[in-house]
T-cell receptor
């Protein structure tokens, strides 16, 4: 089945220790998103790619960076995680050539910062 | 500013009907989405409305009034597995989703 895959599902890191979260998709969608979601809150958009065009939200901390080496893969790098970065990180994709269609989400990576 | 409002929590009984409301104020409108999210899991797509009126899909229906900036999700014949958070999201003029914080629906036997 075509899908959005995130690894790992659970990630534990130490305060200040860099961590990378990965997302891959078999849907061949040209738009990919990274969201941060804390408990009982709305997903917060961090970045999105339209093909290789990178779009950074204005309030995304500099501590967060992203890479998209090809259509299928996208990575979220947190350079120096703080306790406030503990959250669920969601990757989503969308077929951007059709404007009015839904985003497909991966299962998420739950990040714990010790 | 952009704003999506929905109730924080609702409780309903198994077999009953529940309506979850959503009001919005956004810069541009390219449709409204409803997603279901079970605890600890990713959101899954339920419905999309871009024209006024009711869209029915099995036990779930979604209604939109663009002039009022208002939508609701109607769930019929509630089942225990419907216990989840329901997120309302509006696609703005840049085709980005503006999300509500979600309504936690608790189903009681």
């Amino acid at each position: 089945d075509a899908m959005v895959i995130q690894n790992p599902r659970y990630q534990v890191t130490q305060f200040g220790k860099p961590v990378t979260l990965s997302c891959s998709q078999t849907l061949n969608h040209n738009v990919m998103y990274w969201y941060q979601q804390k408990s009982s809150q709305a997903p917060k958009l961090l970045f999105h790619y339209y093909d290789k065009d990178f779009n950074n939200e204005a309030d995304t901390p500099d501590n967060f960076q992203s890479r998209r080496p090809n259509t299928s893969f996208c990575f979220l790098d947190i350079r120096s995680p703080g306790l406030g970065d503990a959250a669920m990180y969601l990757c989503a994709t969308r077929e951007g050539k059709i404007d009015y269609n839904e985003q497909f989400f991966g299962p998420g990576t739950r990040l714990t910062v010790l | 500013g952009q704003n999506i409002d929905q109730p924080t929590e609702m409780t309903a009984t198994e077999g009953a009907i529940v309506q979850i409301n959503c009001t919005y104020q956004t810069s541009g409108f390219n449709g409204l989405f409803w997603y279901q999210q079970h605890a600890g899991e990713a959101p899954t797509f339920l419905s999309y409305n871009v024209l006024d009126g009711l869209e029915e899909k099995g036990r779930f229906s979604s209604f939109l009034s663009r002039s009022k900036g208002y939508s609701y999700l109607l769930l019929k014949e509630l089942q225990m597995k419907d216990s989840a958070s329901y997120l309302c999201a509006v696609m703005d003029s840049n085709y980005q989703l503006i999300w509500g914080a979600g309504t936690k629906l608790i189903i009681k036997p």
